[in-house]
């Protein structure tokens, strides 16, 4: 550790679906945070330990900030806004694709109420004309004072190493938060049943994958076949999209686990057998109890 050591925390907001877990997933080096196409993805806040030499960065991957339509989607936004003010620094997403929308200035709004340094990320240039952006960067200089202005490409890694850099500058000298071979907060538990939750992302259509849980009922260590056992329960809302999840003779379920324990495997770094079963919890997103079973706490926001 270098003798002027930075350290401090770094929240990313922005829309549902502008690239911020994969953004994080670049910097850290390793898949912590769930990707899918579908909006609202991210549900926990989830911390990213990036640790060099010079400095550590913990980044927090919060839930795009949207307007609610349950209980589950009021925790979502509450878990998002709440960090604004506890960081040292802010950066709000956005996907140079889409430009400005209407869940741009719901976050602007917010934003014009933040201490901290905010810079604006303007992600997956990769998909757009260079000449594009200039206008683009044009329009938010209007919308906020932004501390400066970078566009990236979390996906192809484009100036995300730029990114960093500006990053340390503006942190405060501190100490090193977590070990240097930490890269997430969350326990195992948490990041295998998001990997299981991924899957049936990928997987499924329509309102299926905004209806599920995944809840890990047990965790054996290695037995005698040298595999780590893995017992958890994807909860639905309906019995009809119970037969979904489970598929033509158990089909769907079966895909859901192959593609599941792969990557549990190499996050264990250890064979994995993997059980799931499928749930029936009526209207479980907006019942503060089942929330709270499932890993949505208010108190944690």
């Given at each position: 550790?270098?003798?002027?050591?930075?350290?401090?925390?770094?929240?990313?907001?922005?829309?549902?679906?502008?690239?911020?877990?994969?953004?994080?997933?670049?910097?850290?080096?390793?898949?912590?945070?769930?990707?899918?196409?579908?909006?609202?993805?991210?549900?926990?806040?989830?911390?990213?330990?990036?640790?060099?030499?010079?400095?550590?960065?913990?980044?927090?991957?919060?839930?795009?900030?949207?307007?609610?339509?349950?209980?589950?989607?009021?925790?979502?936004?509450?878990?998002?806004?709440?960090?604004?003010?506890?960081?040292?620094?802010?950066?709000?997403?956005?996907?140079?694709?889409?430009?400005?929308?209407?869940?741009d200035q719901f976050i602007l709004d917010?934003?014009?109420?933040?201490?901290?340094?905010?810079?604006?990320?303007?992600?997956?240039?990769?998909?757009?004309?260079?000449?594009?952006?200039?206008?683009?960067?044009?329009?938010?200089?209007?919308?906020?004072?932004?501390?400066?202005?970078?566009?990236?490409?979390?996906?192809?890694?484009?100036?995300?190493?730029?990114?960093?850099?500006?990053?340390?500058?503006?942190?405060?000298?501190?100490?090193?938060?977590?070990?240097?071979?930490?890269?997430?907060?969350?326990?195992?538990?948490?990041?295998?049943?998001?990997?299981?939750?991924?899957?049936?992302?990928?997987?499924?259509?329509?309102?299926?994958?905004?209806?599920?849980?995944?809840?890990?009922?047990?965790?054996?260590?290695?037995?005698?076949?040298?595999?780590?056992?893995?017992?958890?329960?994807?909860?639905?809302?309906?019995?009809?999209?119970?037969?979904?999840?489970?598929?033509?003779?158990?089909?769907?379920?079966?895909?859901?686990?192959?593609?599941?324990?792969?990557?549990?495997?190499?996050?264990?770094?250890?064979?994995?057998?993997?059980?799931?079963?499928?749930?029936?919890?009526?209207?479980?997103?907006?019942?503060?109890?089942?929330?709270?079973?499932?890993?949505?706490?208010e108190d944690e926001y």
């Amino acid at each position: 550790m270098t003798e002027n050591f930075k350290s401090g925390f770094v929240t990313i907001v922005g829309r549902p679906n502008v690239g911020k877990s994969t953004f994080m997933n670049r910097v850290i080096g390793e898949k912590i945070a769930i990707m899918s196409d579908k909006p609202q993805t991210t549900r926990n806040k989830i911390q990213g330990v990036m640790t060099d030499k010079e400095s550590q960065i913990i980044f927090i991957d919060t839930p795009g900030i949207h307007k609610p339509k349950h209980k589950l989607g009021d925790y979502m936004v509450n878990v998002a806004e709440n960090t604004l003010n506890e960081v040292d620094a802010v950066l709000f997403m956005i996907n140079a694709e889409e430009g400005y929308g209407r869940g741009d200035q719901f976050i602007l709004d917010r934003l014009q109420r933040v201490d901290q340094p905010v810079f604006l990320i303007i992600n997956k240039i990769d998909k757009v004309h260079p000449d594009d952006l200039l206008p683009l960067i044009d329009q938010y200089k209007e919308k906020l004072d932004f501390e400066e202005i970078i566009p990236i490409s979390a996906l192809e890694g484009n100036n995300v190493n730029h990114l960093l850099e500006v990053l340390k500058k503006h942190l405060p000298e501190g100490p090193q938060f977590y070990p240097e071979d930490q890269i997430t907060d969350h326990p195992e538990r948490f990041v295998i049943s998001e990997f299981i939750r991924e899957k049936v992302l990928h997987l499924t259509r329509e309102e299926i994958p905004h209806s599920i849980a995944v809840v890990i009922e047990g965790i054996e260590p290695r037995n005698e076949h040298d595999k780590v056992e893995i017992q958890a329960a994807i909860i639905v809302e309906r019995k009809s999209q119970k037969g979904i999840i489970i598929g033509k003779q158990g089909s769907m379920l079966k895909e859901i686990g192959k593609r599941a324990r792969r990557d549990i495997e190499s996050l264990l770094g250890s064979k994995v057998y993997l059980e799931l079963w499928v749930k029936v919890q009526k209207d479980w997103r907006n019942k503060q109890i089942q929330l709270s079973d499932f890993g949505y706490r208010e108190d944690e926001y």
